[in-house]
C-alpha cells in the first residue's frame, strides 16, 4: 500500500469538502426520488423480470426505509 502525506490543514479542508459533496448529494437524491413505494413497486411488477420472493424483499426494504417514510 502507498502512503501519502498531507498537511492537516489541508486534511481538514479535503474532509470539509468530503462532507459537504455526501450532504448535498444525499439531499439531491431524496429531492429526485420522490415516488409512492406502490407507485415503484407496481412499474418493477409491470416489467415482469423479477420474482416474486425479490419483489415482495424490496417492498418490504422499502416500506422500513426512509423511503417508505
Not at 415482469?48 to 426494504?61: D, P, R
Amino acid at each position: 500500500m502507498s502512503r501519502i502525506t498531507i498537511s492537516k490543514t489541508e486534511y481538514s479542508k479535503l474532509k470539509k469538502q468530503s462532507n459537504a459533496y455526501r450532504a448535498v448529494a444525499a439531499k439531491l437524491l431524496e429531492l429526485l426520488v420522490k415516488d409512492p413505494v406502490k407507485s415503484v413497486m407496481d412499474d418493477f411488477r409491470n416489467v415482469g423480470l423479477y420474482s416474486k420472493e425479490f419483489l415482495a424483499e424490496m417492498e418490504s426494504g422499502l416500506m422500513k426505509s426512509s423511503y417508505g417514510k
